[in-house]
């Protein structure tokens, strides 16, 4: 298998609407895993967790949000689709289940806000991946 053709772009049949909504799923799932690192690495150092975790919220939510957005206005206005329903019924159970998991009646003694706030970022970009939020909403309509 020739791997140099197999990893080139122009060799890939996405469109750029498409890649930027896997783009925002994969780099979430990448911040979740990092973050579940860190937090096991901050609990076996001994360190707290609420103050330590914005030393990696904030660098990567930056890079996150920089990132999307360039991604988002690389994409042609013919480009722009109705992307499929099954992933956005999973990004829903996503975030009932972390709502969930948050809200629970365990006593916890860290509750990290970094994590709620990633989620609501990527459920932005994740939005916005599903409805142009570029296109300006009429509220009134002139007859």
Do not use: C
Not at 57 to 74: A, D, E, G, K, S
Not at 82 to 98: F, T, V
Not at 99 to 105: P, V
Not at 107 to 131: C, H, K, M, N, Q
């Amino acid at each position: 298998m020739n791997w140099k053709k197999f990893l080139s772009y122009k060799h890939h049949h996405l469109n750029a609407h498409h890649l930027y909504q896997i783009n925002v799923i994969l780099w979430f799932i990448l911040y979740f895993v990092l973050f579940i690192t860190y937090f096991v690495y901050t609990d076996k150092f001994d360190v707290d967790i609420n103050t330590y975790q914005w030393y990696l919220f904030v660098p990567f939510m930056t890079f996150y949000i920089v990132y999307n957005l360039w991604l988002r206005n690389r994409i042609p206005t013919r480009e722009e689709i109705a992307p499929l329903r099954r992933p956005l019924i999973h990004w829903i159970l996503l975030g009932i289940s972390s709502i969930f998991l948050y809200t629970n009646s365990v006593d916890l003694e860290v509750r990290p806000a970094s994590i709620i706030l990633a989620f609501i970022i990527f459920t932005l970009f994740a939005a916005d991946g599903y409805w142009d939020f570029k296109e300006k909403v009429r509220l009134f309509h002139k007859k």
